[in-house]
Nanobody
Framework: QVQMVESGGGLVQAGESLRLSCVAS????????MAWYRQGPGNQRELVAA?????YTNYADSLKGRFTISRDKNTVSLEMNSLKPEDTAVYYC?????????WGQGTQVTVSS
């Protein structure tokens, strides 16, 4: 089994930065993809960024330049800069391996104007 635990969410003001982290534990394959998604109020869950075990990254076009994904083994982080009120959402990390996806419980990020 695999478990994902996010941390780092909170309340910030517009223009500030926040860093989220997510630790994967359990039976982790050497080849995998870790990703961050978010779901804002009334919105569908959307991809924020993803990173492979070899370090290849992919970002939502609208977030390039403000958000940076990184990983250290089984820990994936998301650095969020110049936050906007529309970035308010629950942020989820996930791990994709061997055809299966495991999600974390989510962490709330609220950006006040």
């Amino acid at each position: 089994q695999v478990q994902m635990v996010e941390s780092g969410g909170g309340l910030v003001q517009a223009g500030e930065s926040l860093r989220l982290s997510c630790v994967a534990s359990g039976n982790i394959a050497s080849t995998n993809v870790m990703a961050w998604y978010r779901q804002g109020p009334g919105n569908q869950r959307e991809l924020v960024a993803a990173i492979t075990s070899s370090g290849y990254t992919n970002y939502a076009d609208s977030l390039k330049g403000r958000f940076t994904i990184s990983r250290d083994k089984n820990t994936v982080s998301l650095e969020m800069n110049s936050l906007k009120p529309e970035d308010t959402a629950v942020y989820y990390c996930n791990l994709n391996q061997r055809g299966r996806t495991t999600w974390g419980q989510g962490t709330q990020v609220t950006v006040s104007s």
